[in-house]
């Protein structure tokens, strides 16, 4: 009996040629991976897909328009997003000093509590198009189309036109990559970067050993480097995740001696720190009081934001100034972030962000790893398993044990390496399709995958049915693909499955196991992501897709409590909030006793509904008419509006408030600089009490707005805020405007 990896009709003269290229291999490791010969160029360049055919050429068009379809229907349905870093981008638009430094206002206080790239995206759209939702959300959804094409190019140049199809289909139905690339959080340029980064590093392998082609080689590193610190300048150090599989696949595959390929690594580390150090260099070397303040920092140090606010303090949970009532201090502690764990995203409402094709992605290691076991060093199919592989398990395990702030749409960072290990998955077996092993391990997989896709629905009220769909398509898929591994398999009692008479039908089961394997591995990403792409989203925490019943942390579910309310006067945010027992939000009051963490008004209003249950979007959306939360902007009334607008030109800034959220509502509707005082959370020192008396002196402020965020020490943070607060009511007379309390500086 022969062996199962045998391929079924395997004839005689097809085995001295597998002995020539064996043997081929083997002698092409000679002479520290030189060739030996032109012939033998292809052995370092290959494989690398030829030229598009017009079926080629169909199946691209088809791919890219299916992206478009799905970055930009329905794009203007969230309006402003999350209007912390769309009144960034307003600001840059009307000011060149704050879109240099990524400035929350056009009076240039404070920047946002991230380094200034994505917000230069937007602003030069807001200067082309003018201020509005579309030229906000445009840049964020070209980065989408951009990165399907790059992760179904890259795929396809190795493994072929079938796996870039996959892989690209994966990544534009990935629900919080169809969340974030239709959203204007950083997260959206940064998977565009790194995923550019990939494709370039992979590039790099494909030329010989020679000084023409190790010049190219070079310049290719140097643009991988380069995409990689402008990755930095879109939210700092999350993008290194990429690098240690960045690092070892050149290092491996790279055909050249070691010191170069050191050289060359070096080379692109240089490019690096030249294409973010600039930036960050201007902040050390612009004197405070001359630029604006570094929001999201206690000391107005962009040193401090990387490496704590932004950096390990995401990692052990110890964030000065972060919003209190945070994640734990490592371990499996669980908070408003969730509990931390191997499992973390596989758990409440993280998997069905990210982790329906988790079995495939998977595979696609084992598969592309096993194919490439017999090649020689520089195989550039083994390099591009060890560049997404490595992306994904080092991203994947770090996300599990963040204590710090973490929120579901992280995950988005993870699809581009799981939808291109799907895609080498998808082409490593279609290669190996008439082997009985191949046949087998899909059937396998397809039965795992159908099983967890039934899980993830079923944490979800909506489209019951859809689970039926997905269990029946993966069963028939299953009993299928067995059927022809049988038929694979060289025994003599499977001889009646491989007769001529039979070659028919198991062709039409083989069709039916691949259709019916795609319905059951598609339905619900599919699903979710149509529900992302036809509801709009706002706020500074979102999911994706449908409600579900037993999240965990902040950002969704049902089952939490309404925590504490807030305290303050009119305007005053409420208390933690969450979900109520019955899965509706909780309401603020007047006084801002309980709900949410938005204003007076409805706290969730920037929250979705599926017909079954709401859910938050971001923590209390505060969408009545009078003022915004914390983690969500509310919407200003038209006589605050005129108010704003009127003698504008005469202030620095129209006006002043606690948080960035809060401010950023007023600046939109007004258009005109509202200091956001103590940033993002209200907890940094900017302005202190002193330097906003000062300002009033000045007359540079017209008004003050009462309420907003939460202000207070946040964890060590500064309470300037409250102190502001405490002196305006003191010195000023208040007066209440649509439920609003303001108080007119002049």
């Not at 030829?50 to 799905?70: H, N, Q």
């Not at 990429?242 to 050289?263: E, M, Q």
């Not at 990210?354 to 195989?379: C, F, K, Y």
């Not at 859910?615 to 509006?641: D, H, K, N, Q, Y």
């Amino acid at each position: 009996m022969t062996d199962c990896n045998s391929a079924a009709g395997t004839t005689a003269s097809s085995r001295p040629r597998s002995v020539r290229r064996l043997l081929r291999s083997a002698f092409q490791g000679i002479d520290g991976g030189r060739f030996l010969n032109p012939d033998d160029e292809r052995t370092v360049r290959m494989p690398v897909a030829a030229k598009r055919t017009k079926t080629e050429w169909l199946g691209c068009g088809a791919l890219m328009g299916f992206s478009l379809i799905v970055m930009f229907v329905n794009l203007t349905a969230s309006g402003y997003a999350n209007e912390f870093y769309s009144a960034a981008a307003q600001a840059g638009s009307v000011d060149w000093w704050a879109f240099l430094w990524g400035s929350s206002d056009a009076g240039n206080s404070i920047t946002v509590d991230k380094p200034p790239a994505a917000i230069w995206l937007m602003a030069l759209s807001v200067r082309v198009f003018g201020l509005s939702s579309f030229a906000i959300l445009l840049p964020e959804a070209i980065c989408g189309v951009i990165s399907v094409w790059l992760v179904y190019s890259c795929i396809r140049r190795y493994w072929g036109n079938f796996a870039g199809l996959v892989a690209g289909f994966t990544l534009a139905t990935t629900p919080v990559a169809a969340l974030m690339f239709r959203f204007n959080n950083p997260d959206a340029l940064l998977v565009t970067l790194m995923s550019g980064a990939a494709y370039v590093v992979l590039r790099s392998l494909e030329y010989p050993d020679d000084r023409s082609a190790n010049r190219r080689r070079t310049a290719w590193m140097a643009f991988a480097g380069v995409l990689i610190g402008f990755g930095f300048l879109t939210k700092q150090m999350q993008v290194f995740l990429v690098l240690p599989g960045f690092a070892l696949a050149f290092l491996i595959a790279s055909p050249t001696k070691l010191v170069r390929r050191i050289v060359d690594g070096l080379v692109a580390v240089a490019a690096m720190v030249v294409a973010a150090g600039w930036w960050v260099l201007l902040t050390v070397v612009v004197p405070s009081g001359s630029r604006p303040y570094i929001g999201g920092s206690q000391t107005d140090s962009f040193l401090e934001l990387t490496f704590g606010y932004n950096g390990f303090g995401r990692l052990t949970g110890n964030e000065t100034g972060a919003v209190v009532g945070g994640g734990g201090r490592g371990g499996n502690a669980g908070g408003m972030w969730g509990e931390t764990g191997i499992t973390r995203l596989f758990d409440g409402e993280f998997g069905g962000q990210i982790a329906w094709l988790a079995p495939m992605a998977v595979l696609g290691i084992i598969a592309g790893l096993i194919i490439a076991r017999h090649t020689r060093r520089t195989d550039i199919r083994r390099a591009s398993v060890v560049v997404w592989g490595s992306w994904l398990l080092v991203t994947w395990i770090v996300f599990s044990h963040m204590a710090g702030i973490f929120h579901q749409y992280y995950t988005v960072a993870l699809a581009p390496a799981l939808a291109a290990l799907v895609g080498i998955a998808a082409g490593a077996l279609w290669e190996r399709r008439e082997l009985c092993w191949a046949r087998a391990i899909l059937a396998v997989t397809v039965l795992v995958s159908t099983l967890w896709s039934v899980e993830l629905l079923g944490r979800s009220t909506w489209m019951p049915g859809l689970k039926v769909v997905v269990l029946a398509a993966g069963l028939a898929a299953t009993v299928a693909l067995l059927v022809l591994a049988l038929a694979a398999f060289p025994m003599r009692g499977m001889r009646f499955l491989r007769q001529p008479g039979n070659a028919m039908v198991m062709g039409l089961v083989g069709g039916a196991a691949l259709v019916f394997a795609a319905i059951a591995l598609y339905t619900g990403p599919v699903a979710w992501t149509a529900y992302t792409v036809s509801t709009g989203h706002q706020g500074s925490i979102v999911t994706a897709g449908p409600n579900v019943t037993n999240s965990t942390g902040m950002g969704g579910g049902r089952g939490g409590q309404g925590g504490p309310g807030g305290q303050g006067g009119p305007g005053g945010q409420g208390g933690f909030g969450g979900q109520q027992p019955d899965g509706q939000g909780g309401q603020n009051s007047q006084d801002g006793q309980n709900g949410g963490f938005g204003g007076p008004g409805q706290s969730d209003g920037s929250s979705q509904s599926d017909g079954q249950s709401t859910r938050f979007e971001g923590m209390g959306g505060g969408r009545g008419g009078m003022g915004g939360g914390l983690l969500g902007g509310g919407s200003a009334s038209e006589t605050i509006v005129e108010m704003l607008q009127q003698d504008a030109d005469q202030y620095t800034w129209a006006a002043a408030t606690t948080g960035s959220q809060n401010a950023a509502s007023y600046q939109l509707a007004s258009e005109q600089a509202v200091m956001p005082i103590g940033g993002f959370n209200g907890s940094d020192p900017s302005p202190t009490l002193d330097e906003f008396k000062q300002y009033v002196a000045e007359g540079r402020i017209h008004y003050y707005i009462g309420g907003g965020g939460m202000g207070g020490n946040q964890l060590g943070g500064s309470s300037a805020s409250s102190e502001i607060a405490e002196w305006v009511a003191e010195n000023f007379e208040a007066q209440t405007i649509d439920g609003v309390t303001i108080y007119d500086l002049s």
